[in-house]
C-alpha cells in the first residue's frame, strides 16, 4: 500500500512559477514510476509528466514541454513537478500517482493515486 499526498498548490498570476510535490509513504518508493495528471473544471484528466522509478526516463505531455519538469527524490519518497511560465490554462486539479507495472508513464494505469493539489493561475 502507498499513500500519496501532494502539496505546493496555490494561486499565482500568470507567468509566475509554483513547484508541486507528492510525499509518499512506504519503503518501497524507488520501484514506483510516478506521473503527474491534472483536471479543469469540466475536463477529463490528462497526462501532465511522469518519470520512471530510478529517474532515468521522463515523459511529458507535448504542449507542456519545456515548461514543466518532473523530478524525485527517492531518498525523501518524494516527486516533484516545477511548473514555469503559468498559464490560465494550466488551472486544474493536479493528481499524483504512482505504479509499478510496466507500459507507458502517459497511461493512467496508475495503482495509487493522491487527493489532489489545486492550482489557479490568474490572468
Known amino acids: 500500500q502507498v499513500q500519496l499526498v501532494e502539496s505546493g498548490g496555490g494561486l499565482v498570476q500568470a507567468g509566475g512559477s509554483l513547484r508541486l510535490s507528492c510525499a509518499a509513504s512506504?519503503?518501497?518508493?524507488?520501484?514506483?514510476?510516478m506521473g503527474w495528471f491534472r483536471q479543469a473544471p469540466g475536463k477529463e484528466r490528462e497526462f501532465v509528466a511522469g518519470?520512471?522509478?530510478?529517474?532515468?526516463?521522463?515523459a511529458y505531455a507535448d504542449s507542456l514541454k519545456g515548461r514543466f519538469t518532473i523530478t524525485r527524490d527517492n531518498a525523501k519518497n518524494t516527486v516533484y513537478l516545477q511548473m514555469n511560465s503559468l498559464k490560465p490554462e494550466d488551472t486544474a486539479v493536479y493528481y499524483c500517482?504512482?505504479?509499478?507495472?510496466?507500459?507507458?508513464?502517459?497511461?493512467?494505469?496508475?495503482?495509487?493515486w493522491g487527493q489532489g493539489t489545486q492550482v489557479t493561475v490568474s490572468s
Open positions: 500517482g504512482a505504479k509499478r507495472g510496466g507500459g507507458r508513464l502517459s497511461w493512467e494505469d496508475y495503482d495509487y
Open positions: 518519470i520512471s522509478w530510478g529517474g532515468g526516463s521522463t
Open positions: 512506504g519503503r518501497t518508493f524507488s520501484s514506483y514510476a
